[in-house]
């Protein structure tokens, strides 16, 4: 599924997703329009957002402005945007990503995702956007009845009507993908879900691949997103995940960061990966993936690190056991 250069993953329906990213999670309004810009003068041209990340507006200026000073076209650039768990309904998907191309200031994105497989009660973009999880603000998750296949089937509709060029999933188990293969007319181009050495998740990936899905790994570098909003595990006994001895004496025997070591690892498993920075060292160390390669030992060793630690989990948050077993 990887280009032979290594930089690409050639999507179902031919589209080509650039392998590295620039997230926007937890990117704040102040700074994303211009970390967007010096990201696409660094070289980045896949942006992975979302409505419930708050500064899709923000991101459009930063498009703009690159645009303008004719930095990139368009069609070089690879936008990726998510619908909201509170736009399930047949009749809210549309309009969520219409309010999504307005506010990105485009005609269309390269690949819209459905957040979660998660529906509640909807709120009116007038009452409050972006919504997030509660109906009232500080109040509890109210769930709406919406089948999954009612929500893939307005997917399909804008797909449809070229306001995303590709449609997907994220945060999906394994037993609702295949349910979903069994009614999509078109089936889903990309699943994006969080995957790094605590969290391997060798079977979902395995089973993305085998069906033509293409598979976006988020969270990389593990606790180190998380540990700022206290969902990542504490204590002597936990080893952050960039600062453990395996990373580190992988990217010591490569000349590169753990970071780096961090990514490639997902690369060689055939994900694309959308890592944060802000810093302009790591920014571009991140994009430098690709004159080095893992050893297969090297894999191996990285993998036997997997403890199953979901870190991204709404069964915490928001009372929604997705994951349960």
């Known amino acids: 599924m990887t280009s032979p250069a290594g930089s690409a993953i050639t999507l179902r329906n031919g589209l080509k997703m650039p392998t590295v990213g620039l997230g926007m999670w937890k990117v704040s309004r102040a700074a994303a329009s211009d970390q967007v810009y010096e990201a696409i003068k660094a070289g980045y041209r896949l942006f992975d957002c979302a409505c419930d990340y708050g500064n899709e507006s923000e991101v459009g200026s930063g498009i703009a402005r690159a645009l303008s000073e004719g930095l990139v076209t368009r069609s070089d650039l690879f936008i990726t945007s998510k619908l909201w768990c509170t736009y399930h309904r047949r009749e809210h998907v549309e309009p969520a990503l219409h309010r999504t191309l307005q506010d990105l200031g485009l005609d269309y994105v390269d690949l819209y995702l459905v957040h979660f497989p998660i529906a509640l009660k909807h709120v009116p973009m007038d009452q409050r956007y972006p919504p997030e999880w509660s109906y009232e603000v500080g109040g509890p998750v109210i769930p709406d ?6 929500t893939w089937q307005a997917m399909e509709g804008v797909f449809d009507k070229g306001l ?81 001895e395996v990373v580190a004496d992988i990217a010591a025997k490569h000349a590169k960061s753990p970071a780096q070591v961090l990514l490639r690892w997902a690369v060689e498993r055939g994900c694309a990966v959308i890592p944060k920075s802000s810093n302009p060292t790591r920014l571009r160390e991140n994009l430098d993936l690709f004159d080095f390669a893992l050893s297969a030992d090297d894999v191996q060793r990285i993998s036997a690190l997997d403890r199953n630690l979901r870190l991204n989990d709404p069964a915490k948050y928001a009372k929604r056991a997705i994951w349960a077993s």
């Open 164 to 244: 995303a060029k590709s449609i997907g999933i994220s945060n999906m188990p394994g037993a609702l993908i295949y349910d979903v293969l069994t009614y999509a007319r078109i089936k889903p181009a990309v699943l994006q879900i969080e995957v790094h050495p605590y969290l391997v998740r060798e079977q979902l990936v395995s089973l993305a691949h085998s069906e033509g899905i293409a598979v976006t790994a988020y969270s990389s570098f593990g606790d180190t997103s998380y540990q700022e909003i206290n969902m990542a595990p504490t204590g002597p006994e936990f080893k952050p995940l960039l600062k453990h």
């Open 145 to 150: 009845n919406v089948p999954y296949q009612e």
